[in-house]
């Protein structure tokens, strides 16, 4: 599976992991999972080292449709995506700037300094 996530309800925290070429329905799932498990709240620590990003404008403007509904319903808690390359970058951007969300959000190139940017947010990662 492209995406993979792992919730840890005692540290308020999920471990995303995205490989290879991930759609907006893996997006989709990983949303879902994460109101079905009560987790919208918590720290996500996003490796999107691997990904390759893909979908189109109508399919960012559904999964944009999707984020507005959670988020009238559901807080979120910060995001920390991790990875370096141009895909990744326009992916971190065209996501951000769809989400209606207000929460804390930052793009970083390692693991080590996204961990740091959610400690100051707050979050234990050990």
Request: aromatic share 12%; with cysteine; hydrophobic share 45%.
């Amino acid at each position: 599976m492209p995406m993979r996530w792992e919730i840890s309800h005692p540290q308020r925290l999920v471990r995303v992991v995205a490989e290879g070429v991930c759609t907006v329905k893996e997006m989709e799932d990983h949303f879902d999972a994460l109101v079905v498990d009560d987790a919208m709240l918590y720290a996500k620590l996003f490796d999107a080292t691997q990904a390759e990003p893909h979908y189109n404008d109508q399919e960012a403007m559904m999964l944009a449709a999707r984020l507005a509904a959670y988020t009238e319903t559901f807080d979120a808690g910060p995001l920390a995506v991790f990875g370096e390359s141009e895909f990744v970058r326009w992916a971190y951007e065209r996501f951000v700037g769809l989400s209606p969300s207000r929460r804390p959000v930052a793009l970083f190139k390692t693991e080590a300094e996204a961990r740091t940017w959610l400690g100051k947010q707050g979050y234990r990662l050990d």
